[in-house]
Nanobody, 122 residues
């Protein structure tokens, strides 16, 4: 099971760092991703990172503000979120994909964390 944490309430312009611990014996062989779901909305892609961390991909809405990274020794993936906006308010989920390259396709992620809530409000 994936364990996401780090959510909270932050003012517009603020920052948060999400973490996702994935106690998987072969963590380094998986692409990892972050998705988010706002109330009444579909779950949408936020960011993905390749197995070694050398390849990343971002949704246009977060590019330049969010940074995904991973520490394979700690079997953890991170999402650094800067300059947060009200539209970033959502439950954030980490997920694992068995694909060898990054993907935005939600259906290609087969293991999900429980979500951590991010609220951006003044």
């Amino acid at each position: 099971q994936l364990q996401a944490s780090g959510g909270g309430v932050v003012r517009p312009g603020g920052s948060l760092r999400l973490s996702c611990v994935a106690p998987l014996r072969t963590f380094g062989s998986y692409t990892m991703g972050w998705f988010r779901q706002a109330p009444g909305q579909e779950r949408e892609f936020v960011a993905a990172i390749g197995r070694s961390g050398g390849v990343t991909d971002y949704a246009d809405s977060v590019k330049g503000r969010f940074t995904i990274s991973r520490d394979n020794a700690k079997t953890t993936v991170y999402l650094q979120m800067n300059n947060l906006e009200a539209d970033d308010t959502a439950n954030y989920y980490c997920a694992r994909s068995r694909r060898t390259s990054t993907t935005r396709n939600r259906g290609l992620y087969d293991l999900w964390g429980q979500g951590t809530l991010v609220t951006v409000s003044s």
